[in-house]
């Protein structure tokens, strides 16, 4: 029980009754304290939905009058044990549940790979468009930890072969694990590998990253949830730009001809314009949120690094 109030926690088990009551309950607990909420929701109100609806496992788009239902003494103390370790932990839900969704579908992680959050999602669901004309026969997604981007990808593109890439064991294990829980075992797959190392002579027709791109000053200052992911997912050298910058001197050996290389580099971007003044990188406009993707074609890499 929480130490700060105990007596608070103990009449919750007995006085709450409903999903709608431990939502609210968590909702309030969660605003009161110090926790920072950006793995997936927010605010308080859509933490505490998420860490219920886990654990009553049902899904998001319940019905309104479900809210009502009571809880099991089992779901109440598993519901309320959560609140109290998001909050004591500071540790991200997801991790807590060990489950997360991106672009509309469910991914297992762990806290070997980041929480997916990307703004990918909406690029997915545009199907690329309108920069991708035509669908692409063979996908890598470097850099994909959970695999959330690639798998999702993988579903727009139903007639596409994905290849997962990582440089960690651990990363490649889970998304291996995501590959089986979506069933996309016939034209799916993951390897290990740093950058491009293990894949010499592969083309893919569309490249998707979102690499680690964190410079260390953006690092220092990062809430305590994110320094529970591993670092090597986040940051990449003084600047953030390390990892950027040897895959776009490598990309134009991976692409075919008419080949996409899309790459995420957050608050980094300004950073690449900077560094890279003679690209003309596309700077994708997001309606949901979120900045930072870029897009430039297998030519214009071809024509600066191979000139
Ligand atoms: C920002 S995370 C992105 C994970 C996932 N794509 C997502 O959007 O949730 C970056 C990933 O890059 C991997 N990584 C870091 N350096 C790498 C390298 N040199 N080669 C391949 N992967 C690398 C990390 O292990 C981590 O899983």
Redesign the pocket.
């Known amino acids: 029980m929480n130490q700060d109030n105990p007596q608070i926690w103990q009449e919750a088990v007995t006085d709450l009754e409903t999903l709608l009551d431990f939502i609210r309950f968590g909702a309030t607990q969660m605003s009161k304290s110090d926790i920072y909420f950006g793995h997936g929701t927010d605010n308080a109100w859509d933490e505490a939905v998420f860490l219920v609806l886990e654990v009553v496992n049902l899904p998001y788009d319940l019905l309104p009058q479900l809210y009502s239902s009571k809880l099991t003494t089992t779901e109440r103390q598993s519901i309320l044990e959560l609140f109290q370790r998001r909050i004591a932990e500071r540790k991200p839900a997801p991790y807590l549940v060990g489950r997360s969704w991106?672009s509309g579908m469910p991914f297992l992680v762990n806290d070997q790979?980041?929480?997916?959050?990307?703004p990918?999602a909406e690029l997915i669901s545009r199907r690329f468009r309108p920069w991708l004309q035509k669908s692409p026969e063979r996908i890598l997604?470097?850099?994909?930890?959970?695999?959330?981007?690639?798998i999702a990808t993988a579903v727009a593109f139903p007639e596409a072969e994905v290849l997962l890439?990582?440089?960690?064991a651990e990363?490649v294990d889970i998304a291996w694990q995501n590959i089986a829980y979506h069933d996309l075992e016939d034209r799916v797959s993951a390897i290990e590998?740093?950058?491009f190392?293990a894949l010499p002579g592969e083309q893919f027709d569309l490249i998707v990253?979102?690499?680690?791109?964190v410079d260390q000053e953006d690092f220092e200052s990062m809430p305590q949830e994110y320094h529970h992911e591993?670092q090597?997912?986040?940051t990449?050298g003084f600047d953030g730009l390390d990892?950027t910058r040897?895959l776009l001197k490598e990309a134009c050996n991976h692409l075919t001809d008419n080949g996409l290389l899309f790459c995420?580099v957050g608050n980094s971007c300004f950073a690449l314009d900077a560094a890279f003044p003679e690209f003309n990188f596309t700077w994708i406009e997001f309606e949901n949120g979120g900045h930072g993707i870029f897009v430039i074609t297998a030519e214009e890499l071809k024509s600066y690094f191979q000139a």
């Open positions: 991106f790979v980041l929480v997916p959050r990307s990918f997604d470097l850099c994909t930890g959970s695999g959330c981007i690639g890439s990582d440089i960690s990363a590998s740093d950058l190392t990253c979102n690499p680690p791109y591993p090597i997912a986040l990449s990892f040897r995420e």
